[in-house]
């Protein structure tokens, strides 16, 4: 049985589209969804389209894409603008890759403070204790080693 996407209360609409009705009232506030009319004396109601646009927000999110950008998207969405949504993405994708950069680095220096840790031996004072104390670790991470 194919389940109707229309004239669904807002309650129904967020479960449609996977999200809490906060969700969708915060998308409002940000310009992101638009809010239906409310009829005199009725609820709003919303549709597919709606449901469609919710689950295209979430998806770029989860790409790692700010609210503001998902604007940005959101105005490309006819799928005429491609160079333009493809240097949104091309953007992300640096961002993404300084991130990994710096994650690898945070992991290094935290596994060698881990073994270091462990090789401690009677009274020595705690080396992550003390890295942190003497700012060493954000050196380390920052590449200033």
Same mark, same amino acid.
């Given at each position: 049985?194919? %389940?109707?996407?229309?004239? &669904?209360?807002?309650?129904? /609409?967020?479960?449609?589209?996977?999200?809490?009705?906060?969700?969708?009232? /915060?998308?409002?506030?940000?310009? &992101? =969804?638009r809010?239906? @009319?409310?009829?005199?004396?009725?609820?709003?109601?919303?549709?597919?389209?709606d449901?469609?646009? #919710?689950? /295209?927000?979430?998806?770029?999110?989860? $790409?790692?894409? %700010?609210?503001?950008?998902? +604007?940005? &998207? &959101?105005?490309?969405?006819?799928?005429?603008?491609? @160079?333009? +949504?493809s %240097?949104?993405?091309?953007?992300?994708?640096?961002?993404?890759?300084?991130?990994?950069? @710096? =994650?690898?680095r945070m992991? +290094?220096?935290?596994?060698?403070?881990?073994? +270091?840790? *462990?090789? *401690? #031996?009677? %009274?020595?004072?705690?080396?992550?204790?003390?890295? $942190?104390?003497?700012?060493?670790?954000?050196?380390?991470?920052?590449?200033?080693?």
């Open positions: 049985m194919e %389940s109707k996407l229309e004239d &669904l209360t807002i309650g129904a /609409f967020a479960k449609a589209a996977g999200v809490n009705v906060e969700t969708i009232r /915060f998308y409002q506030r940000k310009g &992101l =969804l809010e239906p @009319d409310k009829p005199y004396g009725g609820i709003r109601r919303y549709g597919e389209a449901v469609t646009r #919710v689950r /295209f927000i979430k998806s770029a999110q989860r $790409l790692g894409f %700010s609210l503001d950008e998902v +604007a940005e &998207l &959101l105005h490309l969405e006819d799928g005429a603008h491609c @160079d333009e +949504a %240097s949104l993405a091309q953007r992300k994708l640096s961002d993404v890759r300084e991130k990994m950069g @710096d =994650l690898a992991e +290094a220096v935290l596994s060698e403070l881990v073994c +270091a840790c *462990r090789a *401690r #031996v009677g %009274s020595v004072s705690c080396p992550l204790i003390g890295s $942190l104390q003497n700012g060493e670790i954000a050196a380390a991470c920052d590449g200033e080693q």
